[in-house]
C-alpha cells in the first residue's frame, strides 16, 4: 500500500512539472509585432506592440541593437512606449525588442532581422507546439523567377526546392526541430538567419516526419490558368490569320488576270 501511495504522489509529480513547463509560454503572444514575421525588408514598416489589456501594470517596448551605435532620441522606440512604429525600417534597425512594465518584469524577446538583400525566411514569430505543423517561406523582394531555394538549420543544408512557389514544411515538430533556420535563392542572395522556438507538450510528437518540400496549389492552378488562356488566344490568333490571309488569295489573283486581259487587249 505505501508503495502505491509513493507510485502515486511520484506520478501526480511529474503530472504537475509537465503542465507547469508550458507555464513559461504563458504571454507567449506577447510583444506582438506586425507584420507577422521575424524578418523584414528595407524601408517597410513595422510595429511592435507590448499592451496587455488584462493586465494593470503599464508595458512598455524595450530594444537593443544588434549592432552597438550611439543612442539617438530619434530612433524608433527610443521612448520607451506601449507600441511602437519603425517607418522606414532599416538594416540598423535590427536588434531584440521586448516588453518590460514598471516592476521589471520582462517579457520574452523578439529578435528582429531587417535586411537590405532582396531575401527573407517567413519564420513564425510565436513558438510552436510539439506535434504541430510550420511552414517556412523563402520569399524574393521583387519576383518569383529564381526557382532554385536551399534551406538551412543551424548552418547546416537541409533541403533544395526547384519550384519558383515552394516552401519548406515541418510536419509534427519536435523540440529536436528547434534551431536557427535560413534560406537563399539562386541568383539572388541569402536571408538573415531565424530563431524557430518549440515549446513541449504533454502529448509531444507521435512521430518523426522528415522535412519536405511543399507547392502553393492556388498558384499552381493560377499558371495552369494562365497557359490554358495563352493557347487559346494563340490558336484563335492563328485561325484568324489563316482566314485573313486565305481572303487576300483570290483578290490577288484576278488583279492578275485582269492585269493580263488588258496587255492583250492593247497588243490587239
Known amino acids: 500500500m505505501e508503495v502505491t501511495s509513493v507510485c ?5 509529480f511529474v503530472l504537475l512539472t509537465e503542465q507547469t513547463e508550458p507555464a513559461e509560454n504563458a504571454d507567449a503572444s506577447f ?8 524578418q523584414f525588408f528595407e524601408y517597410e514598416s513595422i510595429t511592435v506592440q507590448c499592451e496587455l489589456m488584462e493586465d494593470a501594470n503599464v508595458w512598455r517596448v524595450m530594444r537593443e541593437f544588434h549592432k552597438s551605435r550611439p543612442t539617438n532620441s530619434s530612433d524608433p522606440c527610443s521612448s520607451p512606449a506601449p507600441s511602437c512604429t519603425i517607418k522606414p525600417a532599416l538594416e540598423k534597425h535590427s536588434g531584440e525588442y521586448w516588453c518590460e512594465n514598471d516592476l521589471g518584469e520582462t517579457s520574452r524577446t523578439l529578435s528582429v532581422s531587417i535586411t537590405a538583400g532582396l531575401v527573407i525566411l517567413e519564420v513564425p514569430v510565436q513558438p510552436v507546439a510539439e506535434g504541430s505543423e510550420v511552414t517556412l517561406r523563402c520569399i524574393h523582394q521583387k519576383t518569383e ?8 538549420k543551424d ?8 519550384s519558383s512557389n515552394s516552401y519548406m514544411t515541418i510536419r509534427n515538430v519536435s523540440k529536436a ?11 539572388a542572395g541569402e536571408s538573415p538567419d531565424s530563431r524557430l522556438a518549440v515549446h513541449r507538450t504533454l502529448t509531444g510528437p507521435t512521430e518523426e516526419t522528415p522535412v519536405q518540400c511543399e507547392q502553393n496549389k492556388t498558384f499552381s492552378l493560377e499558371s495552369a490558368v494562365r497557359v490554358v488562356l495563352f493557347v487559346l488566344l494563340s490558336l484563335v490568333t492563328g485561325v484568324i490569320l489563316y482566314k485573313l490571309r486565305k481572303g487576300a488569295e483570290p483578290q490577288t489573283a ?8 488588258k496587255r492583250i487587249t492593247d497588243r490587239k
Open 8 to 12: 502515486f504522489l511520484m506520478n501526480m
Open 31 to 38: 510583444p506582438d509585432i506586425f507584420p507577422r514575421r521575424l
Open 145 to 152: 523567377l529564381h526557382h532554385i531555394r536551399d534551406f538551412y
Open 155 to 162: 548552418g547546416l543544408h537541409l533541403m533544395t526546392c526547384y
Open 177 to 187: 526541430d528547434e534551431g536557427n533556420y535560413s534560406c537563399s535563392i539562386s541568383g
Open 254 to 261: 484576278s488583279v492578275h488576270v485582269c492585269q493580263r486581259r
